[in-house]
């Protein structure tokens, strides 16, 4: 998990409407070197972006990175699949979560950790709409007993 002391570069918000958030992991992400000085910019966006294992490799797949300005001819294709760094064991968990019905890997933030750039993925289930107006709601009732037992000023 993110400490406080680290930068956010981008947070998926749609993430934990659409999603129920099963487990959290932090990964690696295999970049390049005007994607980093893109990134620190913060020229991406993770709204989109899910996760996919191929050949026993996580990719994470439709995340934009905007081209570096100063990049010229170092610049990459803005949507390339980046491969995901974790654990053999890491991997063979994802994959088993994977497998069953309805479950998803989707990046919730991104952001620098020491230097390095680092992504939380969470293994998530997709909500039904009923299941999006229960949250809602919930959270309105919430909202409501918290403005009658703040004091008034």
Do not use: C, W
């Amino acid at each position: 998990m993110k400490k406080n002391n680290d930068k956010t570069l981008a947070r998926n918000k749609k993430a934990r409407h659409n999603y129920f958030i099963e487990e959290t992991i932090e990964v690696g992400l295999v970049l390049k070197g005007t994607e980093v000085k893109s990134m620190r910019q913060g020229k991406v966006n993770i709204k989109d972006s899910y996760a996919q294992i191929e050949d026993g490799e996580i990719f994470v797949i439709n995340m934009h990175v905007s081209p570096y300005e100063q990049g010229n001819i170092y610049n990459t294709d803005p949507l390339r699949k980046r491969k995901l760094l974790l654990h053999k064991k890491e991997i063979n968990k994802l994959t088993g979560y994977t497998t069953q019905k309805g479950y998803s890997l989707i990046p919730l933030t991104l952001y620098l950790k020491n230097g390095k750039v680092k992504m939380e993925l969470s293994v998530a289930k997709g909500k039904k709409l009923y299941d999006k107006r229960d949250s809602i709601a919930k959270r309105d009732a919430e909202r409501r007993m918290q403005k009658h037992m703040s004091p008034k000023y």
